[in-house]
């Protein structure tokens, strides 16, 4: 039989449906299938030459992500990665926070298309205050999860051309003081090690001497170990690189040079920085370790991290997200839970807490009646007492004053009869005036006739 090499396919996959065809045929062959010789050649021995061609055809795409303080040599390190020059502009240093900055390229090597993502964290520890400095970039890898997770969601799927904007790599920048690693790298190294593989490196590797090298690299590794943080390490599962990564693990983390400028050395070009002491040359394994991060992270790792992006950090992600959103593979009896049942358990809890709120809702609203009606008829009491001691006041004043009255009108009647007592006096008076005076005028004539 033609057997598949699984640690040649494992080299030559490269999307996640060809990983999904991988794991098949693994799967198969470890669970013993019967054993038939072919009488002649029949043909699936092209099957690793068709992804091959497959995979060329659709290209690949590749995410950095760049962490590291402003000035530390990242856009430069880039450039010298690939050969080319990127971004022109170097980033403002006050921002007043860490903001995240992504370009797209499009690459070309003999026929292969590469989509290269490079994403910096523009401003990471200009400010004062750095607590939340990592967290913008948490946000951003998270946030790319949650596109493919919503990819993966829909009803209509194109992930086959889907714009894959999922970190693979995060090189972190470590400043180069040969001390140790600031409480900013170690904090942002933790919040970042389950979300995406880490390679960290040293920076501006040619401002410091072989022998401080060498300890800063121990004293990092340590740190790192002691505080827990995980970086990624080159895996040695594959027989056919486990030689070269086992020996590169120990090279962690890659102290690095960057230059995009070439310089003649002997009668050859090459990339180099120039001192007035000597020249620094970026690809001269003795000199820095540009080489062996070159190596590790493009030519032999690259689809590992891909790999590992997809299988590990994905997977938790979207394995948190599903819990959180109550799905569940399995009931509390350990029994198959289907997407289905999940669905009926969410719809059913879903109602059941809806009828519980209506409820609530019903009960807060007839003790808020109850609550307004007793408060009116408090109200009304309150008025009805006001309205009768109004009622009785006014009743009492009016009392008064038709007593009063009755006093006044006693008195006027009294002033009246007092009134016409006094008339009839005085005309009685009058009355008798005027007969004496008569009677005196009688007297007068009658003597006056005599
Ligand atoms: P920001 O984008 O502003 O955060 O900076 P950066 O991290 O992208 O740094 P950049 O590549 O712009 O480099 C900043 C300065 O450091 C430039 O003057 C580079 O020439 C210099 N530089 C870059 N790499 C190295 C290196 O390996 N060694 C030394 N000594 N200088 C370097
Ligand atoms: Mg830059």
Not at 238 to 253: F, K, Q, R, S
Not at 262 to 276: L, T
Not at 281 to 296: A, I, T
Request: aromatic content about 6%; glycine content about 6%; some cysteine.
């Amino acid at each position: 039989m033609h057997s598949v090499p699984v640690a040649g396919i494992r080299q030559l996959l490269v999307s996640g449906g060809s990983t999904m065809a991988a794991a098949e045929v693994a799967r198969q062959m470890s669970e013993g299938a019967r054993n038939l010789s072919l009488s002649g050649h029949v043909g699936f021995d092209s099957m690793p030459d068709q992804l091959v061609n497959k995979s060329v055809c659709q290209g690949f795409c590749f995410n950095i992500l760049c962490v590291g303080e402003t000035g530390l040599g990242k856009s430069t390190l880039m450039d010298t990665l690939f050969n080319t020059r990127f971004e022109g502009d170097p980033a403002a240093h006050n921002q007043p926070g860490v903001h995240i900055k992504s370009n797209n390229y499009e690459l070309q090597e003999s026929n292969v298309r590469l989509k290269l993502s490079i994403v910096n964290s523009v401003g990471f520890g200009d400010q004062i205050n750095k607590e939340e400095s990592y967290k913008s970039i948490v946000e951003f890898i998270d946030a790319q999860f949650e596109a493919y997770l919503q990819e993966e969601l829909k009803i209509k799927r194109t992930l086959h051309n889907y714009h894959d904007s999922r970190i693979h790599v995060c090189l972190y920048f470590i400043a180069p003081t040969g001390h140790s690693l600031k409480s900013l790298d170690l904090v942002t190294m933790k919040k970042l090690d389950s979300k995406v593989n880490i390679i960290p490196i040293i920076a501006k590797a040619d401002s410091i001497s072989k022998n401080e090298l060498q300890k800063f690299k121990i004293k990092i590794m340590s740190e790192l170990v002691s505080n827990g943080v995980q970086i990624y390490q080159f895996p040695t599962d594959d027989e056919t690189v486990a030689e070269i990564n086992g020996t590169m693990n120990a090279h962690l983390p890659f102290a690095v040079v960057g230059s995009t400028e070439e310089i003649k050395i002997g009668n050859k070009m090459m990339k180099a920085r120039q001192y007035p002491w000597g020249t620094v040359q970026v690809e001269n394994e003795s000199h820095c370790d540009f080489v062996k991060l070159r190596e590790m992270l493009i030519r032999v790792n690259m689809e590992d991290l891909r790999e590992q992006t997809h299988t590990r950090h994905y997977e938790l992600y979207r394995r948190c997200k599903l819990e959180e959103m109550g799905f569940k593979d399995t009931d509390p009896d350990n029994k198959p839970f289907s997407l289905q049942e999940t669905y009926e358990a969410k719809r059913n809890e879903f109602l059941g807490e809806l009828q519980k709120k209506e409820e609530e809702m019903r009960q807060m609203f007839v003790m808020r009646v109850k609550e307004k009606e007793s408060e009116l008829k408090e109200a009304e009491k309150e008025l009805h007492d006001k309205f009768d001691r109004l009622k009785k006041l006014h009743q009492d004043e009016k009392k008064k004053l038709e007593d009063k009255k009755k006093s006044l009108d006693d008195e006027i009647n009294a002033f009246k009869q007092r009134k016409t007592a006094a008339e009839l006096l005085q005309s009685q008076a009058q009355q008798s005036g005027s007969q004496q005076t008569l009677k005196r005028e009688k007297e007068r004539k009658n003597s006056g006739f005599l």
